[in-house]
C-alpha cells in the first residue's frame, strides 16, 4: 500500500471513529476473545475484561460501557488517547501516564463508596477541569464592583411573559419545516455529505446517509481503499468497516447516536416517545431568542431542544450521555435552512462538547438531498457486498 493510500485509510478511519462514535474506540478490540459469530449485544453485555485486552480496574464493567468512560477520562483532562496509549495494541501498558490513570480510577472509586454511597459525585472533571494537572489553587481574580440592593420585584408575570406550551412550540417547528402534510409526504431521504472544514466539495471523501420512514437508517462512508457502514434496522444498530477493524462493537453512546439519525428531521419523536418534556425557559442564542424544550429520551439521555422563538426552527440539541464516571455532553447546532421538495432542513450541522475534545463529531455540510427514493430494507440490517 503506498504511503499516499495509508493515509487516506487512516484518516478516514478517523473520520469513522467520530462519525459513528460520539467517541472514538480508545481501547483496541480482543480479536481472539471472542468469536465473529457472536452476536453484538452478547458482546457489549459482557464484562470489559473478556472483550478487550488488560482491563485491570474496571473489571466487571459491561463492555459496551468502556468506551464511553474512556471518552469521559479523555475529555476531563483535554487528551486524547495516545497520552496514555502507544502503539496499534491499546492493552500494552507502555506509558506511566497509563498506571497513574489506574490510580486515580482507584481513587475515585474509594471516595464516592466512602463519601457518596456510590454515586458518581466526584470524578476526573472535577479536579482536572479540562486539563492535564489537577486544578488545585483557585485562580486570583478582582472582586466585582458592590452593588445596591435591589427592592424584590412584586409578584406578576415574568419581564418576558409566561412561557408557551411543549404543544405549541413543537407545532410552531412543524410548521417552519413546511406543514404537517408536507413531513408526511418525505418517506425517506438520500444526503450526501462532506466535513465542513473541508472546501473541496469534491473531495474524495464523502458520507451518504439513508434514511427510510420511520426508523431506518445508513451511513456509509467511501474513501479510496476505505469503507465504513453504520446502521439502524429498525430494531438492531450495528457498524462494520471493508478492513473488519471493529467487528460491529458499538458503546451505548455510538448506538444513541444512530438511533438520532434515523430522524428524518431531528426532534421528531419529542412528544410521543420521549419523557417529562417541558419548556423550561427562553435563552439567547446569537442575536435572537429560544424556547427550550428539555426532555428524557427513550435510549435515557438527557435533551434540550432549542427553537428559534420567531422562526420556530430548530438552532441547537444538546445530548447528555450517561457514562460509568458521569455525564459527556455533546452539542449540535443547526444553520442554513434550506427548501427541498416542499421542506426544509439544515444544510450545516456543527458539533461540539467540552474543550473540542476527540469525542466531539465532525461538522458537516450538506452537499445534495434526494427525497423519496426508493431504498430496500435490506440495506439496513448489514454492509453491502459492494458499495452501495
Not at 477493524?245 to 451505548?252: E, F
Request: aromatic letters at 8%.
Amino acid at each position: 500500500m503506498s504511503e499516499e493510500i495509508s493515509r487516506q485509510v487512516l484518516g478516514a478511519k478517523q473520520e469513522f471513529a467520530v462519525l459513528i462514535l460520539f467517541f472514538a474506540a480508545c481501547v483496541i478490540w480482543g480479536r481472539n476473545a471472542i468469536a465473529q459469530s457472536t452476536r453484538t449485544q452478547e458482546i457489549e453485555d459482557q464484562p470489559a475484561e473478556r472483550v478487550f485486552h488488560n482491563i485491570q480496574v474496571l473489571k466487571g464493567m459491561r463492555a459496551g460501557d468502556l468506551q464511553g468512560a474512556m471518552s469521559f477520562i479523555a475529555s476531563s483532562l483535554g487528551v486524547d488517547c495516545d497520552h496514555c496509549h502507544r502503539g496499534e495494541d491499546f492493552g500494552q501498558d507502555l506509558t506511566k501516564e497509563k498506571s497513574r490513570a489506574r490510580e486515580m480510577m482507584r481513587m475515585v472509586r474509594e471516595i464516592n463508596e466512602s463519601a457518596f454511597r456510590g454515586e458518581n459525585e466526584v470524578n476526573c472533571f472535577t479536579c482536572h477541569q479540562g486539563h492535564q494537572n489537577p486544578i488545585s489553587l483557585a485562580p486570583i481574580s478582582l472582586l466585582a464592583p458592590t452593588e445596591r440592593k435591589k427592592e424584590a420585584p412584586t409578584a406578576g408575570p415574568s419581564a418576558g411573559g409566561p412561557l408557551p406550551a411543549v404543544e405549541e412550540v413543537l407545532n410552531h417547528y412543524v410548521q417552519a419545516l413546511g406543514g404537517q402534510a408536507a413531513l408526511d409526504g418525505v418517506t425517506s431521504r438520500i444526503i450526501r455529505t462532506a466535513p465542513l472544514r473541508q472546501q473541496n466539495e469534491d473531495s474524495k471523501t464523502v458520507s451518504i446517509t439513508y434514511q427510510k420512514a420511520p426508523t431506518k437508517v445508513l451511513v456509509s462512508k467511501e474513501s479510496p481503499g476505505y469503507s465504513s457502514w453504520v446502521g439502524f434496522d429498525g430494531q438492531r444498530a450495528w457498524a462494520q468497516d471493508s478492513l473488519k477493524s471493529y467487528w460491529g462493537i458499538l458503546n451505548i453512546p455510538q448506538r444513541n447516536s444512530i438511533m438520532r439519525e434515523s430522524e428524518l428531521y431531528p426532534g421528531s419523536r419529542i412528544l410521543k416517545q420521549y419523557a417529562d418534556v417541558r419548556v423550561s425557559r427562553k435563552e439567547k442564542i446569537g442575536d435572537g431568542e429560544a424556547y427550550v424544550v428539555e426532555g428524557r429520551s427513550p435510549e435515557d439521555t438527557t435533551e434540550e431542544f432549542y427553537f428559534d422563538a420567531q422562526s420556530g426552527l430548530l438552532l441547537r440539541r444538546h445530548i447528555l450521555e450517561q457514562t460509568v464516571f458521569g455525564k459527556f455532553q455533546m452539542q449540535e447546532d443547526f444553520e442554513d435552512y434550506r427548501g427541498i421538495g416542499g421542506v426544509k432542513m439544515a444544510f450545516v450541522m456543527k458539533w461540539s462538547s467540552p474543550g473540542g475534545a476527540w469525542g466531539t463529531r465532525i461538522s458537516t455540510k450538506v452537499l445534495e438531498v434526494k427525497q423519496n427514493e426508493p431504498i430496500d430494507d435490506k440495506r439496513f440490517e448489514h454492509a453491502p457486498a459492494s458499495k452501495p
